[in-house]
């Protein structure tokens, strides 16, 4: 019975909405119906979020976030270790990607879960969501970052992680054009916001030989970048203090 109301509900606000839409083509009214429109969600086959906390964080240490995908989450293991006794490290990473509405509110809802404000956000997206196209991706990326700075505590720090390179381009998937395209936007935007970059692109392009498979690395170039995040974090810590 809830389902046959539910039904009939929006079956009802869309003849509503017809009915303004052509009553505003002759003029007659607005069209409040068609001022906004839901964004679409385009979902992956798999999809996942995979967030972490540090199991006892020291007060007296600031807080420092990794925000990203699987790349992130590959190198925060590494980037826990090296900033030992420096900071507490945390983890929200996810296959939701700038033009899906979903990944906002999956920062909302990790922010209000852990209570925290962070004086690093260390943070990337860009290699899921690729049936959204790069004229989404730059319409949606100021949303992003605004959620982004949510985060960040009073004079904290934002560091833009830029997209490594896949090894081979997949016809439905990443491709390295595509790639080039996302860093460009991101930090056409980023670059006079006072947004510091980790240019893990750069990085990885200097070694194509530690491909573990298409797009993620081996164990030692995982290292690699761990190291060169957490020094980018490091320095932000330093130069906040």
């Known amino acids: 019975m809830l389902r046959t109301r539910v039904k009939r509900h929006w079956l009802l606000k869309a003849l509503a909405c017809s009915s303004i839409f052509f009553l505003n083509i002759l003029g007659i009214i607005p069209a409040p119906c068609l001022a906004a429109q839901p964004r679409a969600e385009v979902p992956e086959e798999v999809e996942w979020t995979w967030e972490v906390r540090p199991p006892h964080p020291d007060p007296k240490l600031p807080n420092v976030l990794l925000l990203g995908d699987s790349i992130s989450r590959s190198f925060f293991p590494r980037v826990t270790e090296q900033l030992s006794g420096v900071a507490n490290v945390y ?29 690093v956000v260390h943070f990337n997206n860009g290699m899921h969501g690729w049936d959204y196209d790069e004229d989404q991706y730059e319409k949606e990326f100021p949303n992003f ?30 491709t390295n054009r595509r790639i080039d395209a996302r860093n460009a936007i991101a930090k056409s935007m980023l670059q006079s ?16 030989d530690r491909y573990e498979d298409s797009m993620h690395f081996d164990n030692s170039a995982v290292e690699m970048q761990g190291d060169q995040a957490a020094a980018t974090i490091k320095n932000a810590l330093d130069s906040g203090r």
Do not use: C, N, Y
């Open 91 to 119: 983890l929200m990473a996810s296959t939701a990607t700038v033009g899906d509405p979903r990944l906002e509110h999956q920062i909302a809802e990790f922010a209000a879960m852990e209570g925290v404000r962070f004086s």
């Open 193 to 208: 916001d006072g947004v510091r970059v980790d240019d893990q692109h750069e990085l990885m392009m200097r070694h194509p």
């Open 145 to 174: 970052v605004r959620a982004v700075r949510k985060l960040v505590a009073r004079h904290g720090v934002l560091i833009w992680a830029t997209t490594t390179p896949v090894r081979t381009d997949t016809a439905s998937g990443p």
